[in-house]
């Protein structure tokens, strides 16, 4: 897609506050040069990024994502977008996105849902309803989360049914990492020994679902916790 594409998807699903129009009359001497598919696109849009131009940043985070003219650079996407936030609830929402799902960065929800909530000040209602939906989900999985923390040392201690509530919790926010870990555990104990073949079934599943990267930090998890409990 050319970059003078992308300024018109820009301004049609924007509602330009004066200072981000600004922005993008600053440009417009530019446009036809930005139209040109090489990665030249990203010197010529420097100079304005320095003085501050979101509507710049955003273009150059838009090519680093996308890895079309330049190799793919999540990082440095990450770094444009940030810049271009302050005005631009498309790039709030993408800085959101990055944050959430762990593209250029380490994930964090809570950084995550702090973009997401400038989203909701913005005039774009396609966005605030996205936005709002991803803060719910995050908020749900943040709750989860620390459940998670007070039922595993409930199954340290020796609670059998703990273990199992970890692992369903686990499946609930789409963490096949701490599932597996459970599951093995669970298979160990006593408590389930009637029930081995169903949990095996279920760890069989589960791995078949996960990347090779996954079931190795998962098995290393596995081990400290096995040690742990040796002791």
Same mark, same amino acid.
């Given at each position: 897609?050319?970059?003078?594409?992308?300024?018109?998807?820009?301004?049609?699903?924007?509602?330009?506050?004066?200072?981000?129009?600004? *922005?993008?009359?600053?440009?417009?001497?530019?446009? @036809?040069?930005?139209? +040109?598919?090489? &990665?030249?696109?990203?010197?010529?849009?420097?100079?304005?990024? $320095?003085?501050?131009?979101? #509507?710049?940043?955003?273009?150059?985070?838009?090519?680093?994502?996308?890895?079309?003219?330049?190799? !793919?650079?999540? %990082?440095?996407?990450?770094?444009?977008? =940030?810049?271009?936030? /302050? %005005?631009?609830? $498309?790039?709030?929402?993408?800085?959101?996105?990055?944050?959430?799902?762990?593209?250029?960065? *380490?994930?964090?929800?809570?950084?995550? +849902?702090?973009?997401?909530?400038? #989203?909701?000040?913005? @005039? /774009?209602?396609?966005? !605030?309803?996205?936005?709002?939906?991803?803060? =719910?989900?995050?908020? *749900?999985?943040?709750?989860?989360? !620390?459940? +998670?923390?007070?039922?595993?040392?409930?199954?340290?201690?020796? *609670?059998?049914? &703990?273990?199992? @509530? #970890?692992?369903?919790?686990?499946?609930?926010? /789409?963490?096949?990492?701490?599932?597996?870990?459970?599951? &093995?555990?669970?298979? !160990?104990?006593?408590?389930?020994?009637?029930?081995?073949?169903?949990?095996?079934?279920?760890? @069989?599943?589960?791995?078949?679902?996960?990347?090779?990267?996954?079931?190795?930090?998962?098995?290393?998890?596995? $081990?400290? +916790?096995? $040690?742990?409990?040796? %002791?």
């Amino acid at each position: 897609m050319k970059v003078f594409c992308l300024l018109l998807i820009l301004m049609a699903s924007s509602v330009f506050a004066s200072t981000l129009e600004e *922005d993008y009359r600053e440009l417009e001497p530019q446009m @036809d040069m930005l139209s +040109i598919q090489t &990665s030249a696109v990203l010197n010529l849009l420097e100079p304005y990024i $320095q003085k501050g131009n979101s #509507v710049a940043a955003y273009l150059a985070a838009s090519i680093h994502e996308k890895g079309r003219l330049v190799e !793919k650079d999540d %990082k440095k996407a990450l770094e444009l977008y =940030i810049k271009a936030s /302050d %005005k631009i609830p $498309q790039a709030q929402m993408k800085v959101g996105n990055m944050y959430a799902f762990g593209h250029g960065t *380490d994930v964090s929800f809570a950084d995550a +849902i702090t973009y997401y909530e400038k #989203v909701l000040a913005s @005039d /774009d209602e396609k966005l !605030k309803t996205e936005a709002a939906e991803r803060i =719910i989900i995050l908020n *749900d999985i943040i709750e989860k989360e !620390k459940i +998670i923390k007070e039922k595993e040392m409930l199954a340290l201690s020796g *609670d059998p049914v &703990s273990m199992l @509530d #970890v692992v369903y919790l686990c499946l609930s926010i /789409d963490n096949p990492i701490c599932a597996y870990v459970w599951l &093995s555990l669970s298979l !160990k104990h006593p408590a389930f020994e009637q029930s081995t073949n169903e949990l095996q079934n279920m760890l @069989d599943r589960l791995s078949g679902e996960m990347t090779i990267p996954q079931i190795m930090t998962a098995e290393e998890e596995l $081990q400290k +916790i096995t $040690q742990a409990l040796k %002791k």
